[in-house]
């Protein structure tokens, strides 16, 4: 198993550690040098030392391979991913923006070869989500590969299945970048409330006290809804007192087939306005797999997916050119005056105009008259 990895991204060539957010850049030509040293070439010297300064690694002694991983230069420029295992999940959230959530996906052969096609896109972060992707049966072989293939693995959780053995086992031996688990409550009414599943509360902190003795990289994701606004401090609480990182989420969006009824959640009190929409890298540096292998933009974006288990890798050429069509302001916010200054992306305006949305969620022209209301 490789301890470093070394990586083209984008314009630059990044030396990483698995599972750590430490990292450096290199110069081309001392990724040239890693790329043409022969068979059973020592660590060179100058890498020997950047390890030591940056992770603290002693590679004095040791071969280059298999002690780093050399990722070959791609020519389609995907260097970030996101691939939902499986929609099937063990909660029923009342928020969920999936809206149907089927058991269903590929099977072993070709999960291997979409990570395959990941690869060889270019893709150095992968995120794994769900649904709920570590109650997925491929899920400990799924993040054990992309490790293997030279990936900087992020996984999105609900964080229910943490304390299970086999979990821990493969995110302490493969660990990932970045585990982010969202949280939906700081109490068992208002969390179990919020899943629509007993117990799930109490699975929730079991995985969170295993994720912090077993040292993950966790990060939560504090879920802010009408049931559990008053306990924001609360669930904030839950990260800064493990040590954990935490980012809070207020905005509740309509499901990806633009059903408004999950939007009845949302506290209307921390409904916080956006920043400036000025463009993303989805369809362009950046793609979205679902569970069956189907390429979109993002995961809101999801139209015209390209079927990448028929066309391979060679189907991401014709992404961009979705993505620039999907971005086009049009439908309801043709000829908008303040469209230079809007607050979201097509994609997502399209989905909560299709759910009926209040203006105020969404878009300018009635954002002070509702959200203020």
Known sequence: MHSLLVAPF??????????????????????????????????PVWLVTTAHQVFGLDLSGRSLDPTVLVRQRSPHGYVRASYELNLGCNYDCEHCY????????????????????????????VQLTGGE?????????????AHELGMMV??????????NPRI??????????????????????????????????????????AAHEANLPVQL???VSERNADEVDAMVAMATDRGFSHHVYVNMSPTIHGDGSVLVTQSAEHLRERKQFTGCNAGHTFFHSDPHGRASICKIGRDDAIDLMAEGVAGLSRLGEVADRLMLRNGGCSGCALSGSCTV?????????????????????????????
């Not at 990044?14 to 068979?39: I, S, V």
Request: glycine share 10%.
């Open 10 to 43: 984008l314009d630059s060539f990044l030396l990483m550690r698995p599972g750590h957010t430490a990292g450096a850049k290199l110069p081309r030509r001392r990724y040239d040098e890693l790329t043409g040293a022969p068979q059973g070439a020592p660590v």
């Open 98 to 125: 999936l809206g149907d959530r089927p058991f269903d996906g590929l099977d072993w052969t070709g999960r291997e070869k979409l990570l395959h096609i990941m690869r060889d896109a270019g893709v150095v972060w």
């Open 133 to 145: 992707p570590l109650i997925d049966k491929y899920f400990p072989e799924v993040h054990r590969l």
């Open 154 to 163: 992020s996984i999105s959780s609900n964080g229910s299945r943490l304390a």
């Open 168 to 209: 821990l086992d493969v995110l302490t031996t493969y660990r990932p970048y970045r585990l982010t688990v969202s949280v939906y409550g700081a109490t068992e009414e208002s969390y179990d409330g919020m899943t629509r599943r007993r117990g799930s509360y109490r699975k929730f902190i079991k995985g969170m006290d």
């Open 221 to 223: 994701s504090v879920v």
């Open 345 to 373: 992306c097509r994609p997502l305006a399209k989905q909560y105009q299709q759910a009926k949305a209040p203006l105020g969620m969404y878009c300018q022209h009635g954002q002070r008259k509702e959200v203020n209301a």
